[in-house]
């Protein structure tokens, strides 16, 4: 539940205020403008009058620019009579204005419009921080490859090198066990991008899960027949 505050000194604006706000809303109204910058309250709209916007001016300014990036709307209620006084220092804090006497279908709808812009404005945030989560992952995971490829292209490096220069004054069983070398180190690369790609699906959700029923003695003989066929076809 959105949680509103009131900073109205006219109790009738005050009474009227909570009388149609609560049935949707959390009320807060502190008992004085100290225990504000005592004890600052957790709010996602404030309504004030325009004897508030003065006294508090300087709370209301810290408080919005705290929240930045996101939207924390203050509704100021002002008299007809008293817009015209309503000068651009004061109005720079304010994100709406309603007229009293005030209309409750009126009051309902700019209470809706802003709560939804807050909310807007908090999902973007949210949308912002996974984004900059998504690329340091990013950044760890090429980081990660780097270090990972390193040894095992270091190796088939080193033993290409080897077959170069020496292949003809090799035996057959050590150039075997280079060929074997590289092939391994091919498999290791293999191994690490199917763990990057795996990790990076799981992160971020971008490989939906749908488990199935297995049958644990059918996959495991499937698995058998296809080491023992690669088996037999490196002899």
Known sequence: MSQILLLIENQENHRFLSKWLVKNYEIIS?????????????????????KSLIQLFTWISTTKQAEEPVFLPFLLVIAQVDVGTLN???????DDLIIAPIE????????KILLRARTI????????????????????????????????LTSISASAQILKLYNSQLPLNQQQELFDSIKGSVIEIK?????????????FSLKKFHPTPLDLASFCCDIAREVKFITDSER
């Not at 008992?31 to 957790?42: E, Q, T, V, Y």
């Not at 651009?88 to 304010?94: D, I, T």
């Not at 989560?133 to 990660?144: A, H, Q």
């Open 121 to 152: 404005s908090l999902a973007h945030k949210v949308a912002n921080e996974d984004i900059q989560k998504l690329n340091e992952f990013k950044s760890d995971l090429i980081s990660m490859a780097f270090r990972e490829f390193r040894q095992p």
């Open 191 to 203: 191994q690490i991008l199917d763990e990057i790609i795996l990790s990076n699906q799981v992160e």
């Open 30 to 50: 502190p008992n004085s403008n100290d225990d504000l910058w005592h004890s600052p309250p957790s709010f996602d709209l404030c309504i004030l009058d325009p």
């Open 88 to 94: 651009q220092r004061l109005s720079e804090n304010v």
């Open 104 to 111: 409750p279908i009126e009051l309902q709808m700019r209470v």
